[in-house]
Structure formats: structure tokens, C-alpha cells
């Protein structure tokens, strides 16, 4: 299979054009709008079992009809990566920057830097104050952006003064709970300005584009970039915030979420039940319908995005979660088969991405959208047998690595502090010592306890440079790169908790390998094999909408190519 003649002749027009064309909508082919969707936890096989069909699903039928159809007109890279470290963060920031962690400075939600200080209120999940000095020596701190950064983390709104049931946006961000910079007069570092490098958002919207995204935490403003001044329209419902009844909403699989659809579950967070997940999400996917329709994601007077999208939580929900007197989530085997529990979330998505597709063609927009459908990160492991915890529930299956280096660790980092908010591990570790000359020290714990922690593979030195920065302080090293990675044996995740099978964040194929579909109907269908990166999404998108890709910072510094298939292509637009 080969693209169509019509898309051959060309995928962009010039930058010029495109600024003054953005809301023209004209024939088939041109592209005006980009709809980006992640699907958080989706895999590639789960995007090829749910178009296809696998034995033991569904009576062997596919049950994605809606994204299969996208397929028909879409090419899909089998063989796309995520971000490494693969936790949200980086990973929505590599979508949109088209950075590596090296180049973007992001590398979790919760992860440390040595040139910032602690903020100066402790944080909703006990990242603890601390002081800071103008233009003093930093004190170095864990870095926070999700939730316990809002002003009350409980409400959906975040706690923004004035604010309607779901909707406070940046304004539910506490300020004192950032962290700050010395450097700066002790100024807190808001999320857009975290990020090292520019975006996709700040790019379209210089260029007389609109902007518009959806995400889980006020935090993920992150997406506008340095200044914090290219979104047009935010929407961010705080995900693990107290669950509450939405009156109006109904999801796309019949769920009336007027009162809370799951009142037996644990209701302090969204992503504690099948049922109440899809409630969340169908929030983001109603901002959506709007925006199609030329409104900001709450229904006032608006334009049609240039930019817009969103992110679906409830495949993640339902691939680790373990819902007590309820069910269990992830996969049946290794073949990807999922169980009742992600079925149902996988067709919840499908449904929803149905409606955003009838609204597109009822709106005359199908033939000028380009939809792109990935996803943050994947989930590991999908093969159930593989699943460790350590130190698991009963507390006897091990010792983590933090654990293991605990008196090494900067104390907001350490699992020796009783109230702090915890070392940054998942199915992954990241290690940031309070001394990097104790790294072969630190590293020489691990192998002696290797066995007991699960250990894969250890990074430092050499193999950590290599792909990111040299950990230190400026100007000859990198603030924020851990001094060690541990990457653990598949199927082992350093959680004690008994209501998770699966996590994400780490290295493994099930991390990192996503569904990445891009499609449109001017296309025809196509598979490519050739490994590719979600990061290779931002300057793609610059490139069908007539930017120029070297105008993102990661372009230039890392060198990150446009997709095969739109690289080759001549301006048309």
C-alpha cells in the first residue's frame, strides 16, 4: 500500500500562507486543523487486536470499529516509542516539544533538580517547604507538577477561586506551592516555564494559529511553554481529586454521571473505578465537541483550534487496576488479549473518538483535520505472569532501590522521610544523590542487592551521558539528570500497593511501544515498521500545517526528523 497520489503531491503549505489560512477550511486535502489524541497506556497491539479481532475477545471480531476506520484512511507506525523515562510527563512534553528528556529537562512529574529550591508551602503531597535565598547558592529540591501543586488537589476544579464545578484551570495553581529558582529572585517556576524548550502550541499560535488542550492536572499548562502566554484554551479537571456526580454528562457508552456511577468504589480519586474513569474523561471528550463545533471547551463563542486535543486516562485505569468486589483490569496472556475490565475501557475510547470523528463531518472539518491518535506512555508488563511488586502488599518481596540507598538520597527524595512526598519509582528508578561522588558507592549497593531489587539494568557514568546530560550543576552539567537509572527486571514495579497489576514510566517494550495512527482521508492506508518516536509528532504536525519544523528548539538541538512518509513530501497548501 502506498499514500494517495493526492497526498504524494504534497502535505504543507508555506508558513506565510498557513498563518493567514488557518480558518479556511477550504477543499479536500488541505489541512488546516490537527485533533491530537493520547490514548495514556495504549499499545501497539492493542491497536492492531482491537482492528483486527484476537481469539477470546469479542468472539473474535475487532471491537474498535471507530478507530479501524481511522486506519482505513491512516498510516500506522508499528514500531513507535515513547519518551524514556515513559511517564506522562515527559512523555505528553516529547509529543509537543519534540525533545528528549536530555534536550527538554523533563523527566517526571515528581523528579528533582539541583539548581531550584524548595517552595516555600509544602505541597498537597508533602513536597515540604523550604528556604530560598536571591541569587544564593541553590539547596537543590524535588520538582512537583501534578496535583499537589492545586490550591485544594480534593476539588475537580483544583480549588480556583470562582471557579465552576470542573474548571479552574492555571488559576488552581498555587503559586507558593512551586518550587523556585534563586537565580531569579526565589521566583516560582510555573509548569510552562519548567520546560527547557518551546512547543508546538507556541510555534502555531505565533503563527496566527488557535490553540486548545485537555489534560489531567492544571500542571500540564506545561504544554504552552516558556512565557506561558500560547494556549488559548485550557482545560485540566484534576483527576485525583474527590469524585463527584456531573450533572449533565453521560458518557458515550451510556453512563449517566448526574451522581457518581461507582459510589462503592474509593471515590478520594478518579482512577479508583472502571466506571466513574470514563465520567472523568468524558469531560475532556464534551471540550472537545465543542471546540469542533467553534466554542472554547465550555461553550462560549469561539474558532475551531488549529491545535486541540486531549488526553483519555481510562485504557491506563483499565490496564493496572485491581477494583476490589469489582473486577481486575490488564490483559488475559502475552498476546494482548485484554479482560472484560480494559475491553470495556477500550471501547469507551473508541466510542468517544467516534463521536469526535461524526462531529468533524457533521461540521464540514473531516477532510481538513489531520487526527493523530498516540499515547503518553504504554503500560508494563501485558503479560499478567510477569507482574512483581516489590516490596508488593505483604511487604516481603523485596527492597526497592531508593530503599536500598535511602541515606545517600537528598531527604525530600528519600523513603526515610515519613512525610515527604517519595523517590521517583515506578517500573523504574531514578536516583538523584545529595553527593554525585558517592555514585560507584551507590552503584556498588545496588549489585550486591541486585536479586532483592529486582534489578535489570543500572545506568550511571558513561551509559547515563551517553543519551542524556552529565549529572551536576552548571555550567559543565545537567541539574536535573538523575545520577543513576535502574531499570528492573520486566513485570517488576516498586509499589506496595494491592490494587495495581501493571505501571509505566520504565524502559521495557511494553513502556514504550504505542499506538501511533495518523490519519486523514486524503490518505491511503499504511503500515511502516521503520522504529520511529512520539517525538517525531511535533514537527510533523509543523509540517502539515505549512510551519517550518526548525522552529522548534528540539529541532535544531537534537535534530528530531519529521515521520517517514511526511518528510519527503513538497508544499501544496
Not at 471 to 480: E, H, K, M, Y
Amino acid at each position: 500500500m502506498k499514500l494517495s497520489t493526492a497526498l504524494l503531491i504534497g502535505l504543507a503549505a508555506t508558513t506565510a500562507a498557513s498563518a493567514q489560512n488557518f480558518d479556511n477550511d477550504g477543499g479536500r486535502g488541505n489541512i488546516r486543523h490537527v485533533l491530537l489524541i493520547s490514548v495514556d497506556g495504549m499499545h501497539a497491539v492493542d491497536y492492531l487486536n482491537c482492528s483486527t479481532g484476537i481469539s477470546g475477545v469479542n468472539g473474535g471480531s475487532p471491537y474498535c470499529p471507530n478507530l479501524a476506520a481511522l486506519g482505513s484512511t491512516g498510516i500506522n507506525y508499528v514500531a513507535a516509542s515513547t519518551s524514556k523515562p515513559s511517564d506522562s510527563f515527559p512523555g505528553l512534553m516529547s509529543i509537543v516539544t519534540g525533545a528528549s528528556p536530555r534536550t527538554m529537562g523533563i523527566y517526571y512529574d515528581v523528579a528533582y533538580d539541583r539548581s531550584l529550591d524548595a517552595p516555600a508551602k509544602t505541597t498537597g503531597n508533602g513536597l515540604a517547604a523550604g528556604p530560598c535565598t536571591p541569587n544564593a547558592a541553590p539547596t537543590g529540591t524535588t520538582t512537583e507538577y501534578e496535583e499537589g501543586i492545586d490550591l485544594d488537589q480534593t476539588k475537580l476544579n483544583g480549588g480556583a477561586p470562582g471557579a465552576g464545578l470542573t474548571d479552574g484551570g492555571i488559576a488552581s495553581i498555587d503559586s507558593t506551592r512551586l518550587i523556585r529558582d534563586p537565580k531569579a529572585g526565589c521566583a516560582p517556576v510555573f509548569p510552562w516555564n519548567f520546560v527547557r524548550t518551546n512547543t508546538i502550541f507556541g510555534v502555531i499560535h505565533k503563527a496566527g494559529g488557535f490553540t486548545a488542550w485537555s489534560d489531567k492536572h492544571p500542571a500540564y499548562s506545561a504544554v504552552a511553554g516558556p512565557g506561558g502566554n500560547s494556549l488559548d484554551d485550557f482545560y485540566a479537571p484534576e483527576i485525583n481529586s474527590n469524585v463527584i456526580g456531573l450533572p449533565g454528562v453521560s458518557t458515550p457508552t451510556g453512563i449517566n454521571c448526574s451522581t457518581v456511577p461507582d459510589p462503592g468504589s474509593d471515590i478520594t480519586a478518579w482512577t479508583n473505578s472502571f466506571q466513574n474513569i470514563q465520567c472523568y474523561d468524558t469531560l475532556k471528550v464534551n471540550a472537545i465537541l465543542n471546540e469542533i463545533d467553534g466554542k472554547t471547551h465550555d461553550g462560549k463563542k469561539s474558532r475551531v483550534p488549529t491545535i486541540f486535543g486531549m488526553n483519555f486516562q481510562a485504557v491506563s485505569v483499565g490496564q493496572k487496576l485491581i477494583e476490589a468486589n469489582v473486577g481486575t483490569g490488564g490483559y488475559q496472556n502475552a498476546a494482548g488479549a485484554p479482560t472484560t475490565e480494559l475491553l470495556g475501557e477500550i471501547q469507551f475510547i473508541d466510542k468517544s473518538i467516534g463521536e469526535m470523528v461524526s462531529e468533524l463531518k457533521d461540521r464540514g472539518l473531516y477532510e481538513s483535520t489531520l487526527v493523530i491518535v498516540t499515547a503518553k506512555h504504554g503500560q508494563s508488563p501485558i503479560d499478567p505472569n510477569r507482574y512483581f511488586p516489590i516490596p508488593g502488599h505483604s511487604g516481603n518481596n523485596g527492597e526497592s532501590p531508593a530503599n536500598l540507598l535511602a541515606n545517600l538520597l537528598p531527604f525530600s527524595e528519600s523513603p526515610a522521610n515519613p512525610n515527604g512526598i517519595g523517590p521517583t519509582e515506578d517500573d523504574i528508578s531514578l536516583l538523584w544523590l545529595a553527593n554525585s561522588s558517592n555514585t560507584k558507592a551507590a552503584v556498588a549497593t545496588l549489585e550486591e542487592n541486585a536479586a532483592k531489587a529486582g534489578i535489570g539494568q543500572i545506568f550511571y557514568g558513561p551509559t547515563v551521558s551517553l543519551n542524556y546530560n552529565v549529572p551536576g550543576l552548571p555550567p559543565n552539567a545537567d541539574p536535573r539528570t538523575p545520577d543513576i537509572i535502574v531499570t528492573p527486571n520486566v513485570g517488576v514495579t516498586y509499589t506496595g500497593s494491592a490494587a495495581k497489576l501493571s505501571e509505566h514510566g520504565g524502559f521495557a517494550h511494553d513502556d514504550t511501544n504505542v499506538i501511533m495512527l495518523l490519519s486523514n482521508p486524503a490518505f491511503s492506508p499504511k503500515w511502516i515498521s521503520t522504529g520511529v518516536g512520539t517525538n517525531q509528532v511535533a514537527p510533523t504536525i509543523l509540517k502539515v500545517l505549512g510551519l517550518d519544523p526548525n522552529s522548534l528548539d528540539a529541532v535544531r538541538l537534537e535534530g528530531t526528523p519529521v515521520l517517514p512518509s511526511f518528510d519527503t513530501q513538497q508544499p501544496r497548501w
